[in-house]
């Protein structure tokens, strides 16, 4: 059996190396290292493949986030509501351009945002909602957009993990995650399921006023050479990112096809397992519908619900099958955003599922002997 990787780069570069060292190659001739020919080219492949009317390329997913909240004008002291179980940029950000972080408690069934707890935490300073699509699949949108309409609330869709999801609304539209709120923020890190062979981000906005906006912040607050109209930041991709970009760019759906087809495996495997919860999709399919497209599983993440997380994680690693614990600690408990105004009470599902969650090895060269490895030995231990 091939050695079992969490995240495996290597076969997906095979598949697009002539394409990429040729690309590369071409830039190192021309010398058009930042914001040139490939970068404009990668945003249009992606703006056409998302629909979204614009794309703005940045240098990672944390300054995404960060400059979407400048782009809608947030000041020190508004209030920003956001999930208590994610990675922490998201907050970071928030912190950073000291705006106020409102981290609220997540549904036990998607991992994502809780739509009641986020209406619970509104108050006249709330000025955005943060919902990020975790682990792959869109947040409640129909809920979040319909609350930032009623109480005139801007919505930044932290899409990191999700790009290549959809979302089907109840009037039954499908949406590209990230294309729905105001603005949507996501990263191209290697592990992400479009990833760059470095750092790289993008926001995504039909707003062609705050599109023009962004452009600018990302790039000095320049709008015209050497005329600084804004407070911006040093934020661009590289032409050779964007080149990897490009070429991955249309086997993206391959991609998601191909880890979705590895979670249907896992979850039939561990349907029926008393003490395993497998990860339910929004529309209730529990990853193992043949048609849905809603989920791009960028984490495959089980819930443990008889204590044996931690020992089933060592369990793993002693056996050569990587895991992750993807978060260990809900945000509302980490040092630097622990604060007086937050309530355990108000966090009965992070704080339960910090103690449950496992996620296994998810990328697009899985093989078939090595999932079944992965559940069997799983299995073994949990109900042993
Ligand atoms: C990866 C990630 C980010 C940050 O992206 P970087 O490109 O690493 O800065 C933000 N939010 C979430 C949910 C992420 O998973």
């Not at 404009?40 to 986030?65: M, R, S, W």
């Not at 604060?339 to 103690?355: G, I, M, W």
Request: charged fraction near 20%.
């Amino acid at each position: 059996m091939k050695k079992i990787q969490m995240v495996d780069l290597q076969g997906q570069y095979q598949g697009i190396k002539e394409e990429v060292r040729a690309s590369i190659d071409h830039i190192l001739e021309t010398s058009a290292y930042i914001n040139g020919p490939e970068v404009h080219a990668f945003q249009k492949d992606l703006e056409a493949y998302l629909g979204v009317k614009h794309v703005i390329p940045c240098a990672n997913g944390t300054d995404a986030l960060q400059i979407a909240m400048m782009g809608l004008g947030l000041r020190p002291g508004d209030e920003v509501i956001t999930a208590d179980f994610t990675f922490a940029a998201t907050v970071e950000v928030i912190a950073l351009l000291q705006l106020t972080p409102v981290l609220v408690d997540v549904d036990p069934d998607t991992f994502n945002i809780d739509v009641a707890a986020i209406e619970r935490a509104i108050t006249p300073k709330t000025k955005a909602i943060v919902p990020v699509h975790l682990f792959g699949q869109c947040a409640n949108m129909d809920a979040i957009m319909a609350l930032a309409k009623e109480h005139d609330l801007f919505v930044v869709e932290d899409n990191a993990q999700a790009i290549g999801a959809k979302y089907l609304s109840a009037n039954g539209q499908k949406h590209m995650a990230g294309t729905m709120g105001h603005v949507g923020a996501t990263s191209f890190f290697p592990s992400k399921n479009l990833g760059a062979y470095g750092d790289g981000g993008a926001l995504f906005t039909n707003d062609d006023d705050l599109a023009h906006t962004l452009r600018g912040m990302v790039n000095h607050g320049m709008y015209q050479r050497y005329h600084h109209d804004v407070v911006g930041v040093n934020s661009r991709l590289d032409s050779i990112q964007a080149a990897v970009l490009r070429a991955k760019l249309p086997r993206l759906d391959a991609y998601c096809e191909a880890r979705r087809n590895a979670a249907r495996q896992y979850s039939r495997a561990f349907a029926g397992q008393g003490h395993i919860m497998v990860p339910k999709t929004v529309n209730g399919c529990e990853g193992i519908c043949d048609t849905c497209d809603c989920h791009v599983f960028h984490q495959y993440t089980l819930r443990i619900t008889n204590g044996k997380r931690d020992a089933l994680v060592q369990h793993l690693q002693e056996r050569d099958i990587p895991c992750g614990v993807y978060y260990p600690i809900p945000l509302h408990r980490q040092k630097a955003y622990a604060d007086a105004r937050y309530d355990e009470k108000d966090f009965p599902v992070t704080n339960q599922l910090v103690a449950q969650v496992i996620s296994l090895p998810m990328h697009t060269e899985l093989d078939q002997e090595q999932l079944d490895h992965i559940v069997d030995t799983l299995v073994a231990f949990v109900n042993g």
